[in-house]
């Protein structure tokens, strides 16, 4: 799995105000195969506030991310060149695994002894 850190800040037809997460985290997740997206650390759990990607295929590109992150009231700052191909590099390294099997995994769980 890869992790860059990143700045996400919070747009005004929101919240009103602005706000940054100097410290968000961008990556992609080989095992979800999804682009995902952590920032803003919730104020009383240990769970980021905002949390995409958490899900099989949810974000197949970077602009899928943005957009969904935009629909929940936040952008992205601008993603330097590197870090973008970085992050497209890390999917294209990742597409040589094995698909996930699901339904395997479920049924390798439910016939272990209890």
Wanted: aromatic share 8%.
């Amino acid at each position: 799995m890869s992790r860059y850190t990143i700045t996400v800040t919070v747009t005004g037809t929101v919240t009103g105000q602005g706000r940054s997460d100097p410290d968000a985290v961008i990556g992609y997740d080989p095992p979800l195969r999804t682009y995902f997206l952590q920032a803003f650390p919730h104020e009383e759990t240990d769970e980021p506030a905002l949390w995409l990607g958490t899900r099989d295929r949810a974000f197949e590109t970077l602009e899928d991310l943005r957009h969904a992150a935009i629909s929940h009231g936040y952008d992205l700052v601008p993603l330097p060149p590197e870090l973008a191909a970085k992050l497209v590099d890390d999917k294209a390294a990742a597409s040589g695994r094995p698909e996930r099997d699901t339904l395997g995994e479920v049924l390798k769980h439910l016939n272990q002894p209890k």
